[in-house]
């Protein structure tokens, strides 16, 4: 009995720990190679998505066209877009670059009042009021965030109508429903003006 055990401790032990450091290291290289892609593609996506931006407010005289390199500066210029398609097309005034920020500035103070709320809260060991807080401070990120996806999608279909607007409504759809193309769209339409009315001399 002793010989049977030491022989499987003996030739299974080392083989099933070899196996498992094989298993251990296929998965950190697996998880390292979808990090290190999906690192690579966000900043695909930032560099495309702002120089779309960039070269659109930079062509219509936009001013300021650098905000499109920045986090909340480039819902700005993206509202200044609409905002000017808004007007030139429609006669309209919108303001949705300050409606953007306002709502990027909500969102950035909401989260940071949440976490200071659950961690105090915690820290002072009321958990019924950290639960309360955290329901609460998660619903009106959810708000606000929420109302941030629709006035930014109506200023990017402003954006799409304005450079090419056959194919808007489609841009649009994809955009919502595969966000992954978005930055690419907001670069192929860069240098093209089909829906804006020609300018007065």
């Not at 309360?132 to 629709?150: D, T």
């Not at 402003?158 to 090419?164: A, E, I, K, T, V």
Request: hydrophobic content about 55%.
């Amino acid at each position: 009995m002793d010989e049977y055990i030491g022989m499987i401790g003996g030739a299974d032990g080392p083989t099933a720990i070899a196996m498992g450091g094989t298993f251990m290291g296929i998965f950190l290289v697996l998880y390292f190679l979808i990090m290190f892609f999906a690192f690579a593609f966000a900043i695909a996506s930032y560099v495309l998505s702002g120089l779309g931006l960039y070269t659109v407010a930079e062509r219509r005289g936009l001013r300021h066209p650098w905000l499109a390199w920045l986090p909340i500066g480039n819902a700005w210029l993206l509202g200044s877009i609409s905002d000017q398609y808004q007007y030139v097309a429609k006669g309209k005034i919108t303001n949705r670059r300050k409606i953007l920020l306002a709502l990027n500035i909500a969102a950035v103070g909401a989260y940071i009042g949440w976490i200071v709320c659950a961690v105090g809260n915690a820290v002072g060991g009321y958990m019924g009021a950290m639960l309360l807080g955290v329901v609460l401070g998660w619903l009106l990120l959810m708000a606000i965030g929420i109302a941030l996806c629709v006035f930014l999608f109506i200023s990017y279909y402003d954006l799409f109508r304005s450079c090419q607007p056959s194919n808007a409504v489609l841009y649009l759809v994809l955009s919502i429903l595969f966000s992954v193309t978005l930055p690419f769209f907001v670069f192929f339409i860069r240098k093209k003006d089909l829906g804006m009315p020609p300018k007065k001399q």
